[in-house]
Nanobody, 125 residues
Framework: QVQLVESGGGSVQAGGSLRLSCAAS????????MGWGREVPGKGREGVAL????????????SVKGRFTILEDNSEDNGKTIVYLQMTNLKPDDTAMYYC??????????????WGRGTQVTVSS
C-alpha cells in the first residue's frame, strides 16, 4: 500500500504563490507516476499535474499551465519520494482541497490508485 502525506497548503492573496509537498512511501513500483488533483465542494475531483518518477515530461491541466510546476525531489529520503507542486500567480478559482496521488503508470485520464488526505488552498481576491 502506498501512503501519501501532503503539506504546504494555506491562504494567500490572488497573484501569490504556494508550494505543496507530498511524501510518498510504500512499494516504489506502485508510485512510479505521481500527481496532484483538486476538489471543490459540489464539483468532482480534477487532475492538475502529473509526472513520471525518474523521467518523462510533466503534464498539466490547461487551467494551470504556465502557473503550476510539478517537481520530483531526486534525493529520496529513507526510500520516500518527494513531489512538489509549485503554484504561482494563484487565482481565486484555484481555491480547493489539493490531493497528492500515485499510480503504477501515468495515464492520460488522471486515473490514480492512491490518494492522500489533502491540504487546503484558499486564494482570496
Amino acid at each position: 500500500q502506498v501512503q501519501l502525506v501532503e503539506s504546504g497548503g494555506g491562504s494567500v492573496q490572488a497573484g501569490g504563490s504556494l508550494r505543496l509537498s507530498c511524501a510518498a512511501s510504500g512499494p516504489a513500483y506502485r508510485r512510479l507516476c505521481m500527481g496532484w488533483g483538486r476538489e471543490v465542494p459540489g464539483k468532482g475531483r480534477e487532475g492538475v499535474a502529473l509526472i513520471h518518477i525518474g523521467g518523462g515530461s510533466p503534464y498539466y491541466d490547461d487551467s494551470v499551465k504556465g502557473r503550476f510546476t510539478i517537481l520530483e525531489d531526486n534525493s529520496e529520503d529513507n526510500g520516500k519520494t518527494i513531489v512538489y507542486l509549485q503554484m504561482t500567480n494563484l487565482k481565486p478559482d484555484d481555491t480547493a482541497m489539493y490531493y497528492c496521488a500515485a499510480a503504477q503508470y501515468c495515464s492520460g485520464n488522471w486515473d490514480f490508485d492512491f490518494w492522500g488526505r489533502g491540504t487546503q488552498v484558499t486564494v482570496s481576491s
